[in-house]
């Protein structure tokens, strides 16, 4: 049976409208992203979910926790679908890392992936993590219709893995999601669809 995965990205934070590389930094939901968390509530109370999945940061649970409160569904944590950790980059710009990692900023920009920030996490390996555990659920959860809430980049490289676009391309292939904006996944038997990418949670979204 087939099984819908839609992955909806956290509400704002206090580093969103500066661009910081937020990462494994557990930063909590600000008062813009707290009404875009009851937004995704608000559409989330007739998607005709089955499942509410969240990473273990407090964006995401925060997120989640709103769409709890309107769906009666209870929040599992999967660790699996956190955020990368971006080293030296975390709470930076990438004007300020320009400026004190410039090497690091070129690398960066050449390959995102061979060139990932020092002291951060492999973005290869977290793709594929990343998709092994939405196999998993799509296994667990067959037939259903599962809101993951999750991450920006977790979100693009996730897109890249299942449909064979090199990582190294994820920053200028496909652009960055919107908070609480979702990106729908069709799996059936192991294998992975796109079938909506980025939508605002109203009737845009595929039923």
Known sequence: MTTQILLARHGRTPW????????????PLDEVGERQANMLAEWAKHARLTRL???PLRRTMSTAA?????????????????ELDFGIAEGRTLDELKQTHPQAVD?????????????????????????GALTTLAMQESGGRV?????????RLVMCEILGIPLRRYRDVLGRPEPTHITTLSISAGKAALVQYNCPPDGSVAA
Do not use: M
């Not at 769409?67 to 209870?74: D, F, N």
């Open 16 to 27: 969103h409208a500066p661009n910081r590389y937020t990462g494994s930094s557990d930063i």
């Open 53 to 55: 999945v969240a990473s």
């Open 66 to 82: 709103a769409v709890a409160k309107q769906t009666g569904l209870e929040v599992s944590v999967l660790s699996a679908l956190r």
């Open 107 to 131: 690398a960066f920009l050449a390959d995102p992936v061979e060139g990932h920030w020092p002291d951060g996490e492999n973005p290869d390996a977290r793709a594929r993590e990343a998709v």
């Open 147 to 155: 809101l993951c809430v999750v991450h920006s980049t977790l979100i």
